[in-house]
Every structure is written in structure tokens, then in C-alpha cells.
């Protein structure tokens, strides 16, 4: 077992309720501090109430468990962000740079800072978008993960901070609902369909988008935090990619499982989001640095998922 302390900023969310329990395992329950604004629905391990964009109680915290290792997952996602964009903005920066300086202040000795594809706008290839492409986000939910990239390379050069991070592409999990992003239908779908219900799809048939399975999500991000610092070669964000489909491929996967499952397709306002990012991703920067390998593809995620969810509603 580890000796570390592991303090998780934004735990109740669809990332953070996935990897405590994995956190759990590594580190040990008694190493492993969740953090969020509200209660989780369930209570598994250390848990305290926190608005990380207060910098004194988050300072607190960090001094009262004398915590190593922090993983940054508050924020406001793409599609939620674009209904009150200076609020969103300011929960994503104010909890960024809190969580920045206190690292630096406390010898936080590593953090992880999540980015997203969203990251990418219009000048970025939209096939194989490469590590390198250019930034120019259409939502203030990309401009802000571009500000917290340079923020982390920023801190990483001048304090020298461990910051290290990975552009997720839309996750997919059984464990919770999302919380307010533009691929969250891809999680939705499962659940209507496992009900036995039909399903209406704010994104139009043929929209291909870079989406993981959450496990494959958190091997990736527990390779990367373990990785030795010699093999981090970048240091704003790393491209991660698991598979590419579109609403149309997803409902026919599920359709293998129920034939008479339906999707009617309704684009709203996340459709333009949607279009402004890549339809698939080049990683290969990170199988490179320290050897990620995806292991799901949609096939086996379907099969995952309404195993999974099946469990669920019974
Ligand atoms: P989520 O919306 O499901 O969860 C965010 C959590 O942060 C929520 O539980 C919320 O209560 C909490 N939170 C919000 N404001 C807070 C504050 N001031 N103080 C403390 N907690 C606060 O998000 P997620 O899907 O788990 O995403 C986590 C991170 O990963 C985010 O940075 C997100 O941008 C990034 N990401 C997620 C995906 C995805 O598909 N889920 C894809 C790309 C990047
Ligand atoms: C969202 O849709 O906002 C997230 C993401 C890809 O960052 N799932």
C-alpha cells in the first residue's frame, strides 16, 4: 500500500463517484478524502463538505490531512456552461487556481487537472486531431480547460508542480449521471433502453464524437499519475482517445441487446457544441510517454453497460 494522502476535489460527480472507489483500493479507505459541495448519495470512506472555490477552507483542509495528492474534477461542464457563461468561467478558474496555489503554498507533491476534447474549435483537424492542433474553443466551458492547460504548464515551470492532466474524451458510465455535458446522451441512452423505453437524442444521428468507457478513463488516469515524472513529456494535456461513434452506431449496438429499442432524434443548442469539436483523436504522444493502450471498444462497452445497468433497475 501507498503512503499517500489523496484529497478529491468535486467526488460526487460522475468522475469522482468511479474513482474513489479505485483510489480506495490503491491507497487505502483511511488515505483517500472525498470532497464536494454537497453530501454524496452514498457514504463510502472519508467525505468532507468543501466549495473549493473558497481558498482558506480548501486550505484547511489540505493542512488538516496533510494531503499529497490532489485530483481537480469541480467544474461546470460544456453544455451547462453555455447557460450562464460568466458563472461558469468563474467556478472553473476560482477552483483551478485555488487548487493550484494551494499546492504550491502546502507541497502538494501531485495533481491531476482534467481536460476535454472541448479544449479543440474550429482550426483543429477534425479526424485524428493531433496533440498539437490549434486551441480555439466555441464554448466558455474549452476556453476555460485551455486556461487551466497554460495555467498547469504555467505552475509546472515556474513552481515546478507535479500538474498533470489528460483531454478525456466524453465519458461513459453506469455509476452515475453526468453532469451537464454535450455527450452526456451517450449515458442516457443506456438507461432508457435497459427501462425499456424509447429515447430522444438532442444530437442528430450521424454526429461522430470521441467517447471512453469510464474504465478505460481511469486505467488512463491512474497509468498517468503513476507514470515517472521523466516520462511526462507534456505538461498542458495529453490527447486520449478510446473509440469514435455516432448516435446512430450506439443505438444499433444497443439494438443488438433490444431489438425493438427506438431512438428519435431532436438536436437542440448542444448540437453546434457537438460540431465544433473532433470526431476522432490522435494519442499518440500518450502510448508513447507511459504506454496507454484503450481495451473498450463500443461492442464490449454496450455489453458493460447494460450488464451493469440491468443490475440497476431490477
Ligand atoms: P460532474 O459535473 O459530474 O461533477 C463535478 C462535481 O463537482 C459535482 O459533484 C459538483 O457538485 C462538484 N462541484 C461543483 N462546484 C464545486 C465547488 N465549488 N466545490 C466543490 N465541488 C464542486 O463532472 P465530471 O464529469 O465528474 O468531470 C470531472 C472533471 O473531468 C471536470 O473537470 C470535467 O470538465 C472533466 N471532464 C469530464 C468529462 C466527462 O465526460 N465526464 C469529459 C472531459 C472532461
Ligand atoms: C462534456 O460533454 O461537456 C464533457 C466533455 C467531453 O468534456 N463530457
Known sequence: MKRETILVIGANGQIGTALLPRLQALYGPDSVIGADLRQPAQKAGIFELLDATKADALAELVQRYRVTQIYHLAAVLSAKGETDPLGAWNLNMQTLLNVLEVARIHQVRKLFVPSSIAAFGEHAPKFETPQTASLDPATVYGISKVA???????????????????????????????????????????????????????????????????????????????????????????????????????????????????????????????????????????????????????????????????????
Not at 507535479?162 to 454535450?182: A, E, F, H, K
Not at 455527450?183 to 423505453?197: F, L, M, P, W
Not at 443505438?251 to 427506438?262: L, R
Open 148 to 314: 487551466a492547460e497554460n495555467w498547469s504548464l504555467y505552475y509546472h515551470k515556474r513552481y515546478g508542480l507535479d500538474v498533470r492532466s489528460l483531454r478525456y474524451p466524453g465519458l461513459i458510465s453506469y455509476q452515475s449521471m453526468p453532469g451537464g455535458g454535450t455527450t452526456d446522451y451517450a449515458v442516457a441512452i443506456y438507461h432508457a433502453a435497459v427501462q425499456g423505453q424509447p429515447f430522444e437524442c438532442f444530437l442528430a444521428d450521424d454526429t461522430l464524437l470521441p467517447m471512453m468507457y469510464m474504465d478505460d478513463a481511469l486505467r488512463a488516469t491512474l497509468e498517468l499519475m503513476e507514470a515517472p515524472e521523466n516520462r511526462i513529456s507534456v505538461r498542458t494535456s495529453y490527447n486520449l482517445a478510446g473509440m469514435s461513434f455516432t448516435p446512430a452506431e450506439l443505438t444499433a449496438s444497443i439494438q443488438a441487446y433490444f431489438p425493438d429499442f427506438t431512438t428519435r432524434y431532436a438536436p437542440d443548442f448542444r448540437q453546434d457544441i457537438a460540431d465544433s469539436w473532433p470526431k476522432t483523436i490522435d494519442d499518440t504522444v500518450a502510448r508513447h510517454d507511459w504506454g496507454w493502450q484503450p481495451a473498450y471498444d463500443l461492442p464490449r462497452m454496450t455489453q458493460e453497460m447494460i450488464t451493469q445497468l440491468t443490475n440497476v433497475y431490477q
